[in-house]
């Protein structure tokens, strides 16, 4: 069925280090990816999304890239700040001309000052 | 500025009680999702909504939960009865759908639900 792998489940580095998760999807009908930030007690916050006509695109500190051959994405922190230690989930878009999220299982960053 | 609006944000209530959480999406957003959030399944889809109607509601449990749009301001969710195991966080996400493309999904600040 449906289904986003994402790793790792938790990341732990060091301030000014880079980051890096990863997520494969399974329906290679998804046109769009989009990546959320969750703090504690808040919804997730979309932070950056890629479709599927472009393979890379960046904002800032955070950039994603996708390979549609293999079926995954990737969301890259670079120069990581203590105030990006959160939860972060990637997410897919399915079922077509319908199209509904599912999301991975999130991975807990904690950036070390 | 526009926001997902969800009601109430904590509800403490015993098992066998009704439940209904209720969502105001973003004005103009024609797509309404409905999640649960658990530290086991982490986002699991519930529910979701086009244009009012429902597209898939394959992830709710069909006995117990149910998810309509009376208008296009106010989606609910309702669980009858409830029980502990539905203990959770519910998220409300909008959204619009134009042809091939999405819009992201704005979430809310979600309901966190004890059943006791």
């Known amino acids: 069925g449906e289904n986003v792998e994402q790793h790792p489940s938790t990341l732990s580095v060091q301030e000014g280090d880079s980051a890096v998760i990863k997520c494969t999807y399974s329906?290679?009908?998804?046109?769009?990816f989009p990546w959320y930030k969750q703090e504690l007690g808040k919804g997730p916050q979309l932070i950056i999304d890629?479709?599927?006509?472009?393979g890379e695109k960046k904002d800032q500190r955070i950039a994603v890239t996708l390979n549609k051959t293999a079926k995954h994405f990737s969301l890259h922190i670079t120069e990581t700040q203590p105030e990006d230690s959160a939860v972060y989930f990637c997410a897919a878009l399915y079922g077509g001309s319908q199209g509904n999220l599912i999301f991975g299982k999130g991975t807990k960053l904690s950036v070390k000052p | 500025d526009a926001r997902v609006t969800q009601t109430p944000r904590h509800k403490v209530t015993e098992m066998g009680q009704e439940v209904t959480m209720r969502c105001q999406p973003i004005?103009?957003?024609?797509?309404v999702f409905w999640y649960r959030q658990t530290m086991m399944q982490g986002l699991e889809l519930l529910a979701y909504?086009?244009?009012?109607?429902?597209?898939?509601d394959s992830g709710m449990p069909k006995d117990r939960f149910s998810a309509e749009m009376p208008d296009a301001t106010l989606a609910t969710l309702k669980i009858q009865p409830s029980e502990p195991r539905d203990s959770a966080v519910y998220f409300c996400?909008?959204?619009?759908?134009?042809?091939?493309?999405?819009?992201?999904?704005?979430f809310g600040q979600g309901t966190r639900l004890t059943v006791v």
């Open positions: 909504f086009r244009n009012r109607a429902p597209l898939d």
């Open positions: 890629i479709r599927s006509n472009v």
């Open positions: 996400a909008s959204g619009s759908r134009s042809g091939q493309w999405n819009t992201e999904a704005f």
């Open positions: 004005l103009g957003h024609n797509t």
């Open positions: 329906d290679s009908a998804s046109n769009y």
